[in-house]
């Protein structure tokens, strides 16, 4: 099985701030990342694909990148609708994995 | 528009089985493959099952024996057949759709297993 190791597993952090997120995966998986938003009693929502893809409808203060084993997601400026928790999922081999979870709060 | 919608969800005694459905519209199910996700109350994402465009399915090792993934190409409907269920399959079950990862997801459905 692939080992997501998703840092920090939680932050806090103020409107307007940079919010990096990291996951690395124990071994290579080409592409085959994701990220995803979810606040409390909702469902995932996903903001990136294939590593540095933005989903449709989201804004471009989400970005994603990385290659190898280390991927990121980044918030250039925080708004208050970003406090949730976020999660990496690697779909390249079987069974898919998420990370852990960061669940950004407000300082 | 994309929807999906699970049911099914419920109060189930451990060693109980119980079928949860997920109606999608707005898009053809046969044509994507299809997963189940669960979250534990309080815990992070779990993949569960997925079933392809010709009907391959996988299993999580902790589901295989246990559950069933399967559709109705005619109903447009994915369902998760579980059986066997104990306490820490306690949890929201998700349908979500496979693109690159999961482009839609249901609202989720609460599986409670407890006597």
């Known amino acids: 099985d692939i080992q997501m190791t998703q840092s920090p597993s939680s932050l806090s952090a103020s409107v307007g701030d940079r919010v990096t997120i990291t996951c690395r995966t124990s071994?290579?998986?080409?592409?085959?990342l994701s990220w995803y938003q979810q606040k409390p009693g909702k469902a995932p929502k996903r903001l990136i694909f294939?590593?540095?893809s933005l989903q449709s409808g989201v804004p471009s203060r989400f970005s994603g990148s990385g290659s190898g084993t280390e991927f990121t997601l980044t918030i250039s400026s925080l708004q208050p609708e970003d406090f949730a928790t976020y999660y990496c999922l690697q779909h390249s081999s079987y069974p898919l994995t998420f990370g852990g979870g960061t669940e950004v709060g407000i300082k | 528009e994309v929807q999906l919608v699970e049911s099914g969800g419920g109060l189930v005694q451990p060693g109980g089985s119980l079928r949860l459905s997920c109606a999608a519209s707005?898009?053809?199910?046969?044509?994507?493959?299809m997963h189940w996700v669960r979250q534990a109350p309080g815990k992070g994402l779990v993949w569960v099952s997925e079933i392809h465009s010709d009907g391959n399915t996988v299993y999580a090792d902790s589901m295989k024996g246990r559950f069933t993934i399967s559709r109705d190409n005619a109903k447009n409907t994915l369902f998760l057949q579980m059986s066997s269920l104990r306490a820490d399959d306690t949890a929201t079950y998700y349908c979500?759709?496979?693109?690159?990862?999961?482009?839609?997801w249901g609202q989720g459905a609460l599986v409670t297993v407890s006597s």
């Open positions: 707005g898009f053809t199910l046969n044509n994507y493959w």
């Open positions: 294939a590593v540095s």
């Open positions: 979500a759709r496979s693109t690159n990862g999961f482009d839609y």
């Open positions: 071994q290579g998986i080409r592409n085959a």
